[in-house]
């Protein structure tokens, strides 16, 4: 369960001040899909940051899971980050150095998860996107739709309870398009928490409840019937 | 995790391109040079420490004149070491004499004659392997290494050359001169190389002493107490202060020697064992400085190479921001990161040292020819292995865990961004680019200065002509063999000497002048010659008259300038002086002629006539035919000592030996200022490869908005080379300083003038330009679509 009160986020520099976030309330319920809609720059980025654990508020309160987390240290939420969050980006953020294997596996080096049940597990969320069949190719030597398949892989391999995903068909064509939100929907219907930032109408379409934010204020919500 | 880790770290070096060759060269190229000069250092501090008693060892040193006058010698008469072994000194446990065998060099074992070094050879007492207690015997027996009066010890090395076995104990050696047979009594182990003591054969005192002469009122060798060619070594008994040792010395030689003259009596000090090489009589650690500055030498290398390498992986940080971001965002902590960049240093390094250790094995031979070290640097000691593993983790402390820190805690929505690197660490390159021509143009300073007064050096007047010279050691024979060459075509003069010019002279204070002022007593150098030397050798009178030939001049002198300026004498023409006890008086004043090492001044040298003493021959060949003279030396040598081998020296090489010591630094500075300048150029090379990728956007923009091509390098190199200067003008000053303390060394040196900074920063500057011009030209040519497209 995730709820933000009055969520700010400012970015200061010397001569100017940007709110980016100007007093969000959110509510996300375990299981839910969750897309966030808006044009550029009204804070849509910000506001998953903060949810992710990447970036702290710079006022209001942020529940996530029962625990207050908008004070906590950078080591703090990597802590409760680890495991509990995976991420899908716009531009997949692949490392180019490893393979497909090992990008899979990362999470769970650092979950220190034992060598047996890692490799089962990889092996579970490659067969699961169907990309087992390139375990042992780099990055660079994917088609668009491989790479974002293998970062979903990536992001569901340690069972996080919630997905967030940054405008994860901004890359890719329509077909890899759709392949992509089929998969995060049957996540979904597994019980996952999907929270995902979009332009398209048709990928917010998968989703339960649309945010729209303008400003750094939501605007409005409109839920799925 | 370790597996990943490291595979990881290994695809990141190999596909890091020339990144990762500039890394890893350039730490292999200061790993290895760096290694090997501690390694010298190393040996070079650790001299005389193998005997097992080193610091309770001394060698008793003397001081002679008082004031101004006043000198240290590494050596006393043999009475002092015979009051020392006497055991009626209080507080000395052991003592023992070492000294230079000049009374022949001809060994015969079998069929062979050997003509060796003089420095080779020696006499000892019979207890000298007990009383250092570090020299190896292989065969025979410490306590008594010359069983019999005519026994011998070798060095491993020599027995193997005389007999062909190591196992030589028993074998006889026959001394040509007087058809003496030896036998070998001891073999040692070869001395180390950081053994100040090196003869290989050794004869016992007792033969040194059978062969005495006697010395005006002394008779036996061990009353002699006015010959000083004795080392003479104590080993004190725990707790015992050394200087109270050599006050009783003092007092006993005061006691034996009556003399009324306080002038004429020297004292003695002592000087630990373990200090001997680096340290002078006087206790000038003339040997120390440079021990200091090589390894000074060494960590200013290898902080070039270190700040190489945090600057090229910090700029490189960049690129990796979103690796780092990523990482972080599916879990890994800052304390994952470093070590996984720490790994990453340390497989560099470790491929580094591997070059490096390559690197050594390529440059031993160079390492020998200039350090004239055998250098022990096997794998298989484990000393070899320390130094490595601690210059590595030295290395990894000084430039891994700076940039480990650094991108370890790069934030992580920034770095998704690809933005890792902010303003500060980019100040922070600047000033280690500063650091590190600074040091670049420090050392091409000094490798200019050291050019400049070298040359200086070689081309000083000498105040004589050397060319075509060539000496022979005649010993008694010399007059027969003068006369033999002086009717050859091939040469136009002979002369003869004591000795030949740089190999010392003897020196005494046994003098007396007119106008002396009572109790004055300083050393003066003594050479006899022929008549016709100071004419012939082409010195310049520029006083009174030669000598003439025959027995008139037999009581007149000729001295130098410097001689009648110390002894204070006006119109010395005429003016009563007694050398030794030969009355005389000074005929001519001989200008300043160098004999001795540009770091002394010209000592005063008095000239006379003995020619029993004319012990080598000077040939000055006519400059067309100097083979044939040396074809025709060697078969008038061959018919007159068909035992002896043909030896000769020129002058020249023997001027350039004084010089060797000055050359071999500056050979040093030239490598060494070369590998810092590479170095400092990858490093350059590295950075401004980086920043004209991280300004691509910014070219293209410019070169869309009209900019020309010249515009943009020029703008890149600016930057760069505003660095450089400033760190010209910070190296400049501290360089001049140090170079200037060094010239001081010197009795005769250059100054330093202006142009020599202008030279040192144009080649920095030169050198800079070129490096940086190269990137700065490949990225203003690039197509702007592309540049802007990359953004």
């Known amino acids: ?225 | 995790m370790l597996t990943n880790t490291l595979k990881l770290a290994w695809r990141n070096l190999t596909a890091g391109g020339w990144y990762s060759v500039l890394n890893v060269g350039g730490l292999a190229v200061v790993l290895a040079v760096s290694v090997l000069l501690l390694w010298w250092v190393k040996d070079e501090l650790t001299f005389d420490r193998f005997h097992p008693a080193a610091d309770r060892i001394y060698r008793i040193n003397s001081r002679h004149g008082t004031g101004a006058d006043e000198q240290y010698w590494q050596s006393c008469p043999a009475p002092i070491g015979v009051a020392a072994m006497s055991g009626r000194v209080p507080g000395i446990e052991k003592a023992t004499r070492l000294a230079g065998l000049y009374d022949f060099n001809s060994l015969r074992a079998g069929n062979q004659t050997y003509a060796e070094k003089s420095n080779d050879l020696g006499y000892a007492d019979e207890n000298f392997l007990d009383v250092f207690g570090g020299f190896r015997v292989l065969y025979g027996n410490i306590a008594q290494p010359f069983p019999t009066p005519n026994s011998v010890v070798l060095t491993e090395a020599m027995a193997l050359k005389y007999f062909g076995t190591a196992n030589a104990v028993g074998k006889t050696l026959t001394v040509v001169d007087s058809n003496r047979v030896f036998s070998v009594g001891a073999v040692l182990a070869d001395l180390p190389d950081n053994s100040s003591y090196h003869r290989k054969i050794i004869f016992p005192m007792s033969l040194r002493k059978r062969l005495f002469t006697g010395n005006g009122p002394w008779k036996l060798m061990d009353d002699d107490w006015g010959n000083f060619s004795f080392a003479t070594y104590v080993k004190v008994a725990p707790g015992v202060d050394p200087a109270r040792v050599a006050k009783t010395l003092t007092d006993i030689q005061n006691k034996a020697r009556n003399t009324s003259e306080p002038g004429q009596l020297s004292t003695y000090t002592t000087q630990a064992l373990t200090t001997l090489h680096l340290y002078e009589p006087d206790g000038h650690d003339t040997g120390l400085q440079q021990v200091r500055m090589m390894g000074l030498i060494a960590l200013l290398l290898l902080s070039i190479g270190c700040i190489n390498y945090v600057n090229l992986t910090t700029a490189r940080a960049t690129r990796r921001a979103r690796e780092v971001g990523v990482r972080k965002v599916v879990g890994a902590e800052s304390g994952h990161l470093m070590g996984q960049l720490l790994v990453e240093s340390l497989l560099t390094l470790a491929l580094s040292l591997v070059l490096a250790v390559g690197l050594i094995q390529l440059m031993i031979p160079f390492y020998r020819d200039l350090t004239g070290k055998t250098l022990g640097f096997s794998l298989l000691d484990p000393q070899v292995w320390l130094f490595l593993v601690g210059a590595l983790l030295v290395t990894l402390l000084l430039a891994g865990v700076y940039p480990a820190l650094l991108i370890a805690r790069f934030d992580p929505i920034r770095s998704l961004r690809g933005r890792g690197v902010t303003g500060s660490q980019a100040g922070l390159r600047r000033v280690l680019v500063v650091t590190q021509f600074a040091l670049a143009t420090g050392l091409i300073f000094s490798t200019l200065v050291i050019g400049n007064q070298l040359s200086f050096l070689q081309k000083r007047e000498l105040g004589f002509n050397k060319t075509h010279i060539f000496t022979i050691q005649t010993n008694d024979k010399t007059e027969a063999f003068r006369k033999a060459l002086a009717n050859e075509s091939s040469v136009e003069h002979t002369a003869s000497a004591t000795t030949e010019l740089t190999s010392g002279m003897g020196s005494t204070s046994d003098t007396e002048w007119d106008e002396k002022t009572p109790g004055r007593n300083f050393m003066m150098n003594q050479m006899s010659v022929s008549h016709n030397f100071v004419q012939d050798m082409g010195m310049t009178l520029v006083a009174g008259r030669n000598f003439r030939e025959g027995k008139a001049d037999s009581l007149s002198f000729i001295v130098n300038e410097t001689a009648i300026r110390d002894m204070g004498i006006s119109n010395p023409i005429g003016k009563r002086f007694k050398l030794h006890d030969w009355n005389g008086q000074i005929i001519g004043v001989v200008k300043d002629f160098v004999f001795s090492s540009a770091r002394e001044k010209v000592p005063p040298t008095i000239l006379f006539l003995r020619p029993e003493w004319n012990g080598t021959l000077y040939v000055r060949a006519t400059g067309q035919n100097t083979k044939q003279a040396l074809a025709t030396a060697e078969r008038i040598w061959k018919q007159n000592s068909p035992q002896y081998p043909f030896e000769y020296r020129f002058l020249d090489d023997a001027y350039d030996q004084l010089y060797k010591a000055e050359q071999r630094t500056g050979q040093l500075f030239r490598f060494f200022a070369g590998i810092a300048i590479l170095i400092s150029c990858l490093g350059l090379f590295g950075l401004a490869a980086y920043t004209a990728e991280q300004r691509t956007k910014e070219i293209g923009v410019r070169k869309v908005l009209g900019a020309s091509i010249p515009s943009i390098v020029g703008l890149l190199s600016k930057d760069f080379l505003t660095l450089v200067g400033v760190a010209i003008v910070i190296a400049s000053p501290v360089a001049w300083w140090a170079m200037n303390n060094w010239l001081h060394e010197f009795a005769y040196q250059i100054s330093i003038e202006w142009w020599v900074f202008a030279l040192a920063g144009l080649l920095a500057v030169g050198i800079a330009l070129l490096t940086v011009s190269f990137q700065s030209i490949r990225a203003a040519l690039m197509d702007p679509v592309k540049s802007l497209r990359s953004e």
């Open chain 1, 1 to 225: 369960m995730i709820q933000t009160v009055n969520l700010q986020k400012l970015f200061a520099t010397e001569e100017v001040e940007t709110t980016a976030l100007n007093g969000i309330n959110m509510d996300v319920k375990d299981g839910e899909f969750v897309a966030i809609m808006g044009p550029s720059g009204c804070g849509k980025s910000t506001l998953l940051n903060i949810i992710g654990l990447l970036d702290n508020p710079s006022d209001g309160q942020y529940n996530f899971y029962g625990t207050e987390v908008s004070k906590m240290t950078e080591r703090e939420r990597a802590q409760l980050r680890k495991g509990s969050i995976g991420f899908v980006f716009q531009s997949f953020n692949l490392i180019d150095e490893l393979t497909v294997y090992e990008n899979v596996e990362l999470p769970l080096l650092y979950l220190k998860t034992p060598a047996e049940e890692r490799k089962t597990r990889v092996e579970e969320a490659l067969n699961r996107m169907n990309i087992m069949h390139r375990r042992n190719h780099f990055p660079q030597q994917l088609s668009g739709g491989q790479q974002q398949r293998t970062a979903i892989a990536r992001a569901v391999v340690a069972k996080p309870k919630l997905i967030l995903a940054d405008e994860p068909t901004g890359n890719l064509d329509s077909k890899n398009g759709e392949e992509v939100m089929k998969l995060l929907g049957e996540l979904n219907d597994e019980g996952t928490t999907i929270i995902m930032v979009t332009h398209s109408p048709y990928d917010a379409g998968f989703a339960h409840r649309t945010v729209n934010l303008f400003d750094g204020k939501v605007v409005t919500e409109n839920i799925r019937v």
